[in-house]
């Protein structure tokens, strides 16, 4: 069978995410989209992944609302069929979800304003839906969602999952699980608290008695919903409410999580007793309250200030149960960001500590000591990796990708000494000194017997090599280890990290100060085993910038760095009318998988950094906050990993680490110093 359309066949940026600062509604993930799509013909905005409990495994996903005009026998889609659309948060700092979709009928037109939150002392969330339509007619309105209960990935084919409808205390719902994970749905319109037709079917199917909730509805196109009450597979759901003549409809779908059936009904019924209200003002005091604890914008800018605390924002909302900040809440291709690298959380906590976030901050240094490697492991390389820490993880601290990436080592002991260094906690110090001990050994281990590190994976994960920013974050974590080592007493090993890293930095511009068809220039990596075009040693690359910010390897008035700034004007690297730096000239990690015009704020980041801190151009941060990163924000005013030529959003939006690197150049210009730079030796 083909597969439905329903499912997306673009990758989704997710213009907002949301949760709960804390309790129960910590665990909830929910993220939506606003289209922009006219080769599709879809300009709407929906409800997409959700997740509980983990944030990596979606409970359900896709969940569009869609209207029935019997007068016209047209049924109208949220994503697919709005004429335009609106993300956007209540505000900066309370990212309550709106969604509004405009919709043109036969001489009439209407909109679907939806709001969402997450409770936060009950595993659940609350949409509010308020319909309004120029024209009096009879209408019903549906609700139709994927389930996602089924591990990982919601596209597993041998995935296997159960729901069927039930009723308690007066209330219909749709439950659904894969055996550990539970989900309830259930909706409330003046009181009646029961679906006007409900299907349970199997996603990807269009004909016969399996057929998805969505083929009916939507294909089916005639405002009924042929009843299934039990399945077991992939599926969807789909539910009815008919309001019959009129022009006007409000109501609430409340849906809640739990580890058994009854605890997920009772989620969901006592969200819909408490009511929208309610729950959004519990919502608004838990956020406002959290942002006491934290900076507010520290600037005199409204706009500043605004993005600023949207970017803390965002970081806090993908903070997991389990300490780690996930990378992103979205799926470029056929991959997720939803797990956590090291390497972004070392720069996540960066931002956090900086923004007083402090109890974030070390939580985010506990995930680090709960997950890095502590026993004899050898990598598929041959590599003994005690003391290190694998590519990216689940949330579970499960290991996915399991590359070496010298960021991802000494990055976390960077972070450890920065926390400790701005709380002046020698508790702290103490905590994770083994931690931090373990992973400067094995960087001590790791030299080629030539004065510099072994080869590793770069920071963009696609070559091994003597990667530039890899080696200058090894660098920076044996300084910091120093520092470490000299408040523990344990002078000796202070003055062997800092003799190594001090040969390092001298072999440092031997290694990764190239000749490139650009000009001379810092480069990805040296000897690359890697194909690329360019090669990697013949490129500039942007990651190179961090030896300067914040990892202090290289001098930002140094000629290397002035050499690479000067090319990074070329046309071929940096988007075309927008001054936003691309990882490096011919990139192809784009949307289409071929060379695009455009870049990456976080690169333009650290690019602008070494401007404003080598003296070449001393507005580079001022510029950068308060007007460049203004224009490459989703709807909901979040930054994205790319922006095209233009400065709009490509793809990937709310990527932490793009939201860690603004908030941390908006604290450089406030400071006027650098924040977090690394030990100098």
Wanted: aromatic fraction near 10%; include cysteine; hydrophobic fraction near 35%.
């Amino acid at each position: 069978m083909p597969v439905e359309s329903n499912a997306p066949s673009v990758p989704s940026d997710k213009d907002a995410i949301l949760s709960a600062p804390r309790e129960e509604g910590a665990n909830v993930l929910l993220t939506a989209n606003r289209y922009d799509d006219p080769e599709r013909g879809r300009h709407g905005a929906i409800i997409e992944e959700t997740s509980a409990f983990r944030s990596d495994v979606e409970l359900f996903y896709d969940l569009h609302t869609l209207a029935w005009n019997a007068d016209e026998g047209q049924t109208l889609d949220a994503r697919d069929d709005a004429v335009e659309s609106d993300v956007s948060y209540a505000s900066s700092r309370v990212p309550e979800i709106i969604l509004e979709n405009r919709f043109e009928e036969p001489g009439s037109t209407g909109t679907l304003a939806q709001r969402v939150v997450a409770s936060v002392d009950t595993c659940g969330l609350l949409i509010s839906t308020d319909a309004s339509f120029e024209t009096v007619a009879e209408r019903t309105f549906y609700t139709v969602a994927d389930l996602g209960i089924h591990g990982h990935d919601h596209e597993d084919p041998n995935a296997v999952q159960e729901a069927f409808v039930t009723e308690r205390e007066g209330t219909e719902l749709i439950v659904a699980t894969d055996g550990d994970r539970w989900l309830a749905l259930a909706q409330d319109h003046d009181g009646e608290r029961t679906f006007d037709g409900r299907r349970i079917g199997h996603t990807g199917i269009q004909e016969g008695t399996d057929r998805s909730a969505w083929a009916d509805i939507y294909e089916g196109n005639d405002g009924f919903i042929d009843d299934r009450e039990r399945a077991e597979g992939n599926l969807d759901l789909g539910v009815g409410l008919y309001v019959g003549e009129t022009d006007t409809a409000s109501w609430l779908t409340g849906v809640g999580f739990g580890y058994s059936e009854d605890a997920a009904v009772e989620h969901a019924l006592r969200l819909l007793d408490r009511g929208y209200e309610s729950e959004r003002e519990s919502f608004q005091t838990a956020w406002e309250e959290w942002h006491e604890t934290v900076s507010d914008g520290p600037t005199d800018d409204p706009a500043v200030n605004d993005l600023y605390e949207r970017s803390l924002t965002a970081m806090k909302c993908a903070q997991d149960g389990c300490c780690g900040v996930i990378a992103g809440a979205f799926k470029p291709s056929d991959m997720t960001y939803k797990f956590i690298w090291p390497r972004d959380q070392v720069i996540i906590t960066q931002a956090l500590i900086a923004a007083g976030a402090e109890r974030e901050a070390r939580l985010a240094l506990r995930w680090f000591e709960e997950s890095q490697i502590t026993g004899d492991v050898v990598d598929d390389r041959g590599i003994d990796r005690h003391g290190t820490w694998w590519q990216n993880y689940y949330v579970t601290g499960e290991a996915h990708w399991r590359a070496l990436q010298l960021d991802q080592v000494g990055g976390p002991i960077y972070a450890h000494w920065l926390v400790w260094r701005e709380t002046g906690d020698d508790d702290l110090l103490d905590e994770h000194y083994d931690m931090s001990r373990r992973a400067a050994e094995f960087l001590l281990s790791y030299d080629n017997g030539y004065g510099f590190p072994e080869k590793h994976q770069d920071p963009w994960e696609e070559i091994w090599g003597h990667s530039t920013e890899g080696t200058a974050a090894a660098i920076a974590g044996l300084r910091s280890m120093g520092e470490l080592a000299d408040a523990r007493g344990e002078d000796a090993f202070a003055t062997e990290c800092r003799e190594r890293a001090a040969v390092w930095a001298d072999n440092f511009q031997k290694y990764c100060f190239k000749p490139t068809p650009y000009g001379d220039a810092l480069v990805t990596a040296d000897s690359p085993e890697t194909p690329s075009d360019p090669p990697a040693d013949a490129r500039p690359d942007a990651a190179a910038f961090m030896s300067v910010w914040p990892w202090n390897v290289v001098d930002a008035d140094d000629d290397a760095v002035a050499a690479t700034l000067e090319i990074a004007g070329d046309e071929r690297w940096v988007a075309g009318d927008s001054p936003c730096l691309g990882r490096y000239p011919g990139d192809c990690y784009t949307p289409t998988g071929t060379v695009e015009d455009g870049g990456w704020p976080l690169c333009e980041a650290y690019a602008d950094a070494a401007r404003w801190l080598g003296g070449g151009d001393p507005d580079a941060v001022a510029d950068h906050v308060f007007e460049d990163a203004h224009e490459w924000t989703t709807t909901a005013g979040l930054l994205p990993e790319r922006v095209d030529g233009r400065g709009r959003v490509r793809w990937n939006a709310n990527l932490q680490w793009s939201q860690a690197t603004y908030l941390l150049l908006v604290e450089n210009y406030v400071r006027d110093e650098a924040f977090g730079l690394a030990p100098k030796s």
